[in-house]
């Protein structure tokens, strides 16, 4: 594991899986915040929790939907780099 490159490329792979699973849901709740601060301002409405809660329902069922996925890939990562240890 004193190989910088092997280092490089596990940072690397950890970064690619980072944007590529949380990416998703991220994108869902910053729609989700435009679309309630849109209505907030046409309506004049202005409570806080009136954008927390849909935010955390869509972020609830985005993982429902991916966290399966999400636990595959992160257990082959996992395995991936105990492997390298492993190996030495």
Do not use: C, W
């Amino acid at each position: 594991m004193n190989n910088p490159d092997a280092v490089a490329d596990l940072m690397y792979r950890f970064f690619i899986m980072a944007i590529r699973y949380g990416g998703p849901v991220l994108l869902a709740s910053m729609a989700i915040g435009i679309i309630i601060s849109i209505l907030q301002a046409a309506t004049q409405i202005h409570e806080q929790t009136l954008t927390f809660v849909p935010k955390l329902l869509v972020i609830g069922i985005m993982l429902l939907l991916t966290g399966q996925n999400i636990m595959v890939a992160l257990q082959e990562f996992a395995r991936d780099i105990f492997a390298m240890i492993a190996a030495g």
